[in-house]
């Protein structure tokens, strides 16, 4: 994990400052490094790469592969 971070940032972090995720890119705004008015790009960026990365999984994984989804309302049945 942590080469591919340092290689995502060697790659584009002239671009975005290697705003990988949203925390990053508050983090950034509040020391300064970008500005607030900026800020909004970074999150629109980090939730349609979300969005692209959750298609692609339903779309190779298909649906019988995906996680499973658990309801909070019923608790589960235990076979004893």
């Not at 290689?7 to 490094?33: D, Q, R």
């Not at 008015?37 to 999150?43: D, H, P």
């Not at 298609?55 to 989804?69: M, V």
């Amino acid at each position: 994990i942590g080469f591919t971070v340092t290689a995502g940032a060697f790659a584009v972090g002239s671009v975005s400052g290697a705003a990988f995720n949203p925390a990053v890119a508050i983090g950034a705004a509040a020391m300064g490094l970008i500005g607030w008015s900026a800020i909004w790009i970074y999150l629109l960026a980090n939730l349609a790469a979300a969005g692209v990365a959750a298609a692609a999984f339903i779309a190779f994984a298909g649906d019988s592969d995906a996680p499973r989804r658990v309801s909070l309302r019923q608790p589960a049945r235990v076979s004893q």
